[in-house]
């Protein structure tokens, strides 16, 4: 019997490249895609039901919620999003696997929902090379940052949860590293980066050292 595809899950602080991962993994070989995401928000002059999002009112997103119908959903600003099963069991009868780009609490829903998921945790290479990432946008302030800097604590405290740890020092080689552990079940090389120790380097900054590192990198 061919085993069904399975969603990958990816998780990862700010200033990771979660999100250029996941584009590159659908973007480049493999049977990677996209799911077709559940909201209430209204839809953009450019887009249409069903194939940018299923569009729903609150009260339809709510009941469906109550009827099991997602996957995993979250609120974000006033808005709610999901990821409706539907969408999982078609990919995976398929042969494509579902490339979710999510949090925590996303990862952990999948978990009770897809036991079979991939859910892997994206590490930067360092604590450095995340704030770089972060201030270099320059799209931000630093109360922006610090609030990035607060949710970070508590992904990394989730790590243990997670099935996999990658690091994304080289982006193709954290590529291979992902569609190795999808495709062909192979466990990925021992991050050189403990999450542990990246927590207390993100507290240190919280607790004053961030305007001296604000000081120091201009």
Not at 94 to 105: P, T
Not at 128 to 145: C, V
């Amino acid at each position: 019997m061919t085993k069904r595809a399975a969603p990958v899950v990816l998780v990862a602080t700010s200033g990771t490249g979660k999100t250029t991962l996941a584009h590159r993994l659908v973007d480049g070989p493999g049977r990677y895609v996209f799911s077709v995401s559940a909201t209430t928000r209204p839809p953009r002059p450019s887009e249409r039901d069903g194939v940018d999002y299923h569009f729903l009112t609150r009260e339809v997103f709510e009941e469906r919620v109550g009827e099991g119908w997602f996957a995993e959903w979250a609120s974000v600003h006033d808005r709610m999003y999901g990821t409706p099963r539907s969408e999982l069991d078609a990919a995976a009868n398929r042969g494509d696997h579902v490339v979710l780009d999510i949090d925590v609490q996303g990862a952990r829903q999948i978990r009770a929902s897809v036991p079979d998921a991939k859910l892997i945790f994206v590490l930067p290479p360092s604590l450095d090379i995340m704030m770089a990432r972060l201030t270099g946008r320059g799209t931000e302030d630093p109360e922006d940052i610090a609030r990035r800097l607060k949710s970070a604590l508590d992904e990394l405290q989730a790590v243990p949860e997670f099935d996999y740890v990658v690091v994304n020092d080289v982006l193709d080689e954290c590529l291979m590293e992902i569609r190795g552990i999808v495709e062909r079940d192979e466990a990925p090389a021992p991050p050189g980066q403990d999450a542990a120790e990246m927590r207390r380097g993100i507290a240190g900054l919280l607790d004053g050292e961030y305007s001296a590192y604000q000081q120091h990198s201009e």
